[in-house]
């Protein structure tokens, strides 16, 4: 009987080390995909963040250029022959694209259009795939909003994207035929799905599970999840990109990642099998189970040479930083940037290598990232070299966490900007240069463009006075003439008219002289303008002599009775003909 119940109770304690081994080994072993995982979206997501960068600087040239002399210049021309850019104005229609007989129709109706034609964002948009006008392949657009002088809507101007364009770096990293990326945009539509030879664009996501689980978390993290869709389990790492509404997913099979455990755990039961059956077989039992551990850390360490390799080969300085500042381990590229060897740089910190005019430290943002408040921090720093010349860098620092969300270290990558800061100097003097032109021209123009105005003005007044008397011409007289006459006819109601004309006035002429002439003309037209007080009454110098009244609204017997009290007024005051029967100067009126 004892013999029994230490046999069972040999059996149960073997039984369980042997599950307990196995959950935590199946544990480990998707924990370490996770990180590996982890570091190479970090990855993948810097290259994509290139990439777009490179993109954006090409649009922003030609945002710019055409923004400051609006057209399409020669400079234009030469950044869009040969590429996917293109232009198109505020209307839709076509200014400029790689497409010899140009982008037929208008383009008023694409999505990205509607989005800049909305509001003005000052972001690069990712505009969801469609099938390309250039080759009818299906890519997505990066497009920015080009404005009016007023910061009206005045167009876009964007590139075509083929998801090549990102895959390639997926592609060298040969990471076997399970694994797989995507690039997946805050609405959930997939603007590039790779895996081993295939390419897909165009999926929406936006309602399965995968994509609402990344949305709780946006900053990034992993999780194993079997899709519906094909009953595969896979096990998922995301990055979300700061500076673009984009997700990077990597993604493998757990078959694949669990592979060499599977066997083990195969083992795993096999031999406690054997032992439960054969208890005196028990140290070979520990003797295979330390031989399939060293199978584990093999394939763990094969694992970790795909990262290795992924680090130590970037084209860009990359670092791995303990969480108080020491270099743990950098690649060739870091080593060149700064003039260390690996040696030299491992024995340093950050701050050993910081140039004097960084000021204050990053320690907030170094606090929010290890919270996990941001995914990562891009800033731009000044380093000093091994000789102590400056370097200006971007840098781009993310953490890297255990399984169980705890930060283990800072994986950074450093990129020297030294050029791109040069290059942005000249470009901000230039500016300015430009700037102080444009407002002395614009001075000078609205100077001109007001004594413009008053010449005009003055110009069209004198079309519609007469000269001697200032009151209105017959010019003037016809116009009104015909647009009260319409008025009258269509509101049904009378209009008024007294022909005037100065009785004798060529012996006024011959007698006094044709100065006192015009004064006797300038003295019938003050009497007769200053007679007539409504606002619609006009009156006109008809001719030599003559004058003429209009009266809108005026009745016969009305413009009778106007005509008889002008007459008397003229007649009242008296001026002096000789040469008239009357002695006096006497107008006679026609109504």
Request: proline residues 3%; charged residues 25%.
């Amino acid at each position: 009987r004892f013999v029994a119940l230490f046999g069972i109770a040999v059996s149960v304690t073997v039984w369980g080390a042997i599950l307990s081994r196995v959950d935590f080994e199946r544990r480990t072993e998707i924990a370490a995909t996770m990180r590996s995982n982890q570091s190479l979206t970090i990855a993948f997501a810097y290259h994509i963040r290139n990439q777009l960068d490179t993109i954006d600087d090409q649009i922003n040239f030609i945002k710019k250029e055409y923004e400051t002399y609006r057209t399409v210049t020669p400079a234009i021309q030469d950044r869009i022959r040969g590429t996917r850019l293109f232009m198109v104005n505020q209307y839709g229609a076509p200014l400029a694209s790689a497409l010899e007989t140009g982008i037929p129709g208008n383009l008023s109706d694409r999505e990205y259009f509607r989005v800049h034609q909305a509001s003005d964002t000052g972001k690069l948009h990712l505009a969801k795939p469609r099938t390309s006008l250039l080759d009818g392949r299906t890519i997505f657009q990066a497009t920015r909003r080009i404005n009016l002088p007023d910061g009206s809507f005045g167009g876009v101007v964007g590139a075509g994207l083929k998801p090549e364009w990102f895959s390639e770096f997926f592609q060298d990293l040969e990471l076997g035929a399970s694994h797989g990326v995507a690039i997946i945009g805050d609405d959930g539509i997939v603007r590039m799905y790779q895996t081993q030879g295939n390419i897909n664009i165009g999926i929406d996501i936006s309602n399965t599970p995968i994509f609402k689980r990344m949305m709780e978390h946006p900053v990034g993290g992993s999780f194993v999840e079997t899709l519906a869709t094909d009953n595969i389990t896979r096990i998922f790492s995301y990055h979300r990109m700061k500076d673009y509404p984009l997700l990077v997913q990597v993604f493998m099979t757990e078959a694949e990642a669990l592979a060499a455990f599977q066997q083990r755990k195969i083992r795993y039961y096999g031999a406690g099998g054997v032992a439960i059956a054969l208890i005196l077989l028990f140290c070979g039992y520990l003797m295979s189970l330390i031989w399939r551990q060293q199978e584990s850390m093999t394939a763990r360490h094969e694992m970790e040479e795909r990262f290795v390799r992924s680090f130590d080969y970037a084209p860009i300085g990359m670092a791995l930083i303990s969480l108080d500042g020491r270099f743990l381990r950098v690649n060739k590229a870091i080593c060149n940037l700064f003039g260390y060897s690996e040696d030299e740089l491992l024995e340093k910190t950050l701050r050993d290598i910081s140039h004097p005019d960084n000021g204050m430290d990053n320690s907030k943002l170094q606090q929010e990232l290890l919270a996990g408040t941001i995914s990562d921090y891009q800033e731009e720093k000044k380093y000093c070299s091994k000789a102590g010349q400056p370097i200006s860098c971007r840098q781009t620092i993310a953490v890297v966490r255990d399984s169980s969300g705890n930060p283990l270290y800072f994986i950074s990558q450093i990129e020297d900007v030294t050029l791109r800061k040069q290059a942005e100097e000249e470009l901000r003097r230039a500016n300015e240069m430009l700037e102080q032109k444009v407002n002395e021209r614009t001075m000078e123009l609205q100077a001109l463009n007001s004594s413009m105005v008053a010449a005009n003005e003055e110009l069209e007044r004198l079309t519609l006075v007469d000269g001697l008397t200032g009151i209105a011409n017959r010019r003037y007289f016809n116009e009104y003439l015909e647009r009260e006459w319409r008025t009258a006819l269509r509101q049904g109601k009378p209009l008024g008219l007294i022909m005037v004309d100065i009785d004798y006035f060529k012996r006024y002429n011959d007698t006094y002289g044709h100065q006192s002439g015009d004064a006797c003309l300038k003295m019938v037209a003050v009497i007769l303008d200053g007679s007539v007080r409504r606002a619609a009454d006009l009156t006109a110098r008809y001719g030599g002599e003559e004058f003429a009244i209009i009266l809108p609204d005026t009745d016969l017997k009305g413009t009778a009775a106007k005509a008889d009290q002008l007459r008397r007024q003229v007649e009242k005051v008296g001026l002096e003909h000789r040469s008239a029967p009357l002695g006096q100067v006497t107008v006679s009126m026609g109504v």
